[in-house]
C-alpha cells in the first residue's frame, strides 16, 4: 500500500466514528420533521423544549409535544442524567408543569443555601405539575412521584399519546407550559444537601426528586411552514421537511469538517 493510500485509510476510519456521533441528531430531526408533519396535515400546532440542566446535572434533552385538541403526542430523547438508584435504574419522574411563569429557575431560586433548587423552590418559575409524564397508566398529578411508572436509566426514549386537562392545554397555549425531568445524582450535590429529605416525598433524599432538566415549550419552527417565497412548495410538509433536511445536514457537516480537520494534521505531519 501506498503512503497515499495509507493516509487516506487513516482519514476514513477516523472520519467513520464522527459521522456516527451525527446520527442521534438526524435520527431525531427526522422523527420531529415526521410528528411536526403530522399534526399540520391534522391541524394541530407542533411544541417543543429544549431540556437543559439544573443543579448539577450532566444531562440534556428534546422533547417534542404535537397537540390536536387535547390530544398530545409526545416524543423524548433524553441522555447523560444519573443512571442508578438503590442498585436499580433510576426512575426519572417527568412533569408538564403549569401555571408558573413559563420559565425553569435560576440559581436565585435557592432560598435555603444548600445549593439544591428544590421543586418547591422552583415551582414560583415553572409552576405546579398539570400532565404526569408516565410511561403507563395515570397521568394526572397524582401520579407525579410515582417512581413506577417513570421512565429510568440515565439515557432513555419516551413516547406516548395521552390526553391533557384543559389547564394544561391552557398554559401550553399561553406559553407557561415547562417540562421537567426529575432525579439527581446525590454524590454531585453538597454534603448538607445529600443529608436531607425529598420536599415532595419525605421517605426519598432530596436528590430523587430535585428537577435535573427543564425546558419551557414553545411552538416550534418546524411546524410553520415559509410562506411567500419561491420553492417552498407552497404548504403542507415543505417546510418540515426542508429544516428536517437541514439539521440532518448539519450534523453530517460537522462529522465531515472533523475529517478535514484530521486530513489537514496527516498532511502536515507527512
Do not use: W
Not at 41 to 46: A, K, P
Not at 81 to 92: D, E, Q, V
Not at 173 to 180: M, R, T
Not at 204 to 211: C, E, F, M, R
Request: net charge neutral; hydrophobic share 40%; with cysteine.
Amino acid at each position: 500500500m501506498t503512503h497515499t493510500k495509507k493516509t487516506t485509510a487513516r482519514v476514513l476510519a477516523m472520519a467513520a466514528p464522527m459521522a456516527l456521533l451525527a446520527l442521534p441528531l438526524t435520527a431525531f430531526s427526522a422523527s420531529a420533521a415526521t410528528s411536526a408533519a403530522s399534526a399540520q396535515s391534522s391541524g394541530g400546532t407542533t411544541y417543543m423544549a429544549t431540556l437543559n440542566p439544573l443543579n448539577h446535572a450532566s444531562g440534556s434533552g428534546m422533547l417534542m409535544l404535537q397537540l390536536n385538541g387535547s390530544q398530545a403526542v409526545i416524543t423524548e430523547n433524553v441522555n447523560g442524567l444519573a443512571t442508578t438508584f438503590m442498585n436499580a435504574p433510576y426512575p426519572h419522574v417527568q412533569h408538564i408543569h403549569i401555571n408558573g411563569m413559563g420559565t425553569c429557575p435560576t440559581t436565585a431560586a435557592d432560598t435555603n443555601g444548600d445549593g439544591v433548587i428544590s421543586t418547591t423552590e422552583g415551582g414560583p418559575a415553572y409552576g405546579a405539575i398539570g400532565t404526569t409524564l408516565s410511561v403507563s397508566g395515570d397521568t394526572s398529578p397524582a401520579a407525579g412521584t410515582d417512581v413506577k411508572t417513570a421512565p429510568s436509566g440515565g439515557t432513555y426514549q419516551y413516547s406516548r399519546t395521552i390526553t391533557l386537562d384543559s389547564a394544561t392545554v391552557a398554559s401550553i397555549k399561553a406559553g407557561k407550559a415547562v417540562i421537567v425531568v426529575h432525579g439527581l445524582d446525590p454524590t454531585t450535590l453538597s454534603a448538607k444537601a445529600q443529608s436531607e429529605k425529598s420536599d415532595l416525598v419525605p421517605s426519598l433524599p432530596l436528590a430523587a426528586t430535585s428537577p435535573a432538566l427543564c425546558g419551557p415549550l414553545a411552538v416550534s419552527q418546524m411546524a410553520m411552514v415559509p410562506g411567500g417565497g419561491v420553492n417552498t412548495g407552497g404548504g403542507g410538509t415543505s417546510g418540515v421537511h426542508d429544516i428536517g433536511l437541514y439539521a440532518a445536514g448539519a450534523g453530517l457537516a460537522a462529522a465531515a469538517g472533523g475529517a478535514l480537520v484530521l486530513r489537514r494534521r496527516i498532511t502536515v505531519e507527512k
